[in-house]
């Protein structure tokens, strides 16, 4: 394998179906695990509600970045979202990362389909504008954070899958979250090609730019529970909308979850249509199974050219996910982290 070419970060990504006590623990344990972000979901439905719990977080977190993991603009006004990223930015010390996506299970439970890339594309540059200070014009009124100003707008960065969502991440965001068909091979470089070229075509092209991945994650020194623990979030990956060719089993797999999933159940351990994953499909779109195993995986990431692994910690064999957490963390992030310093070394 190509050495690292620069320090690899590791996040991880909460789903707030936990009591607000158990989640700020797991905020907490991620922190001093020596991982460098923490993103909550935005869910009204189904999770507890997000800025209040990142509000919370940081009040009582020193060093790890709080984002949002995603939020959408039909549940979030332009002139909410930049109320809250600038409000949490000045309690954290500038520690914020602004998710952004289409909407997902927070639309699906209301019955609303995500929104327009074009509606997106103006709640970014809203909000960035209102975040920095700025007049922004909305409705047919004209809009101005009271306490915004520059350098106040915490970095944007776009979940994205398909091939247009991927190029306007690059153009508008800050960073890009790939949120779909996660193993390094052909299908991840041509993502993050789509990434490149809507960054050549950015006026904005120069700024600092995050290339986060979101995964599932379960580590087990016997693979099959690692696999079962996993299931819960691949399945939500089938269901949604692909851009990206499948494998004749998911494929099939696909079309059997579509017909079965409870979006009530969404990302839920426990939900029912997750046993519609059959083994051999699973590490298409997830980083699951022994130590050795989740570490060559997050080394092909890396090499691929991600910069932080934003892990989707699930609990194996009954275990809670902040176990999930803790084996990650020692048994994959230090040994691959290890080895990067140790190639900058010999490099230098």
């Known amino acids: ?40 979901g935005d869910s009204q439905l189904i999770w507890r509600e997000m800025y209040v719990l990142l509000g919370a977080a940081a009040a009582t977190t020193q060093r790890v970045a709080l984002g949002s993991g995603v939020t959408n603009p039909f549940t979030r006004h332009m002139a909410v979202t930049a109320s809250a990223l600038v409000t949490l930015q000045e309690l954290s010390g500038g520690r914020v990362l602004a998710g952004v996506g289409l909407g997902d299970s927070a639309l699906a439970v209301l019955g609303q389909r995500p929104v327009s890339m ?62 779909r068909q996660a193993r390094a091979g052909a299908t991840l470089s041509a993502m993050l090609g789509c990434v490149r070229e ?34 819960p979030h691949v399945a939500s990956t089938l269901r949604a909308r692909l851009h990206w060719e499948l494998s004749p089993a998911a494929a099939l797999a696909r079309e059997r979850i579509v017909a079965a999933y409870d979006m009530y159940e969404h990302m839920n351990p426990a939900a029912a249509h997750a046993g519609l994953v059959p083994d051999d499909v699973i590490p298409e779109f997830a980083i699951a199974g022994t130590a050795d195993e989740c570490i060559e995986q997050a080394l092909g990431l890396f090499q691929a050219g991600v910069d932080e692994i934003t892990i989707r910690p699930y609990g194996v064999d009954g275990a809670p996910r902040s176990a999930t957490m803790v084996e990650f963390a020692h048994q994959v992030m230090a040994p691959v982290l290890d080895r990067a310093r140790r190639q900058r070394s010999t490099a230098g």
Do not use: N
């Open 118 to 179: 074009a509606a997106l594309e103006a709640f970014v540059a809203g909000v960035r504008g209102l975040a920095e200070g700025e007049a922004v014009r909305a409705s047919e009124v004209d809009l101005q954070l009271v306490f915004g100003g520059p350098a106040k707008c915490p970095p944007i960065v776009v979940a994205a899958s398909g091939p247009k969502m991927l190029g306007l991440a690059g153009r508008i965001g800050d960073g890009v979250i790939v949120t």
């Open 1 to 40: 394998m190509t050495g690292i070419a620069a320090r690899p970060s590791f996040g991880v990504e909460l789903h707030e179906y936990l009591d607000p006590a158990s989640i700020l623990d797991e905020v907490h344990l991620a922190e001093e695990l020596g991982y460098d972000a923490v993103w909550l």
């Open 198 to 231: 809507g960054r050549e075509a950015s006026v904005r092209r120069e700024r600092p730019f995050r290339t986060c991945l979101s995964a599932s994650v379960a580590v087990h020194p016997d693979r099959t529970p690692a696999l079962q623990a996993v299931r």
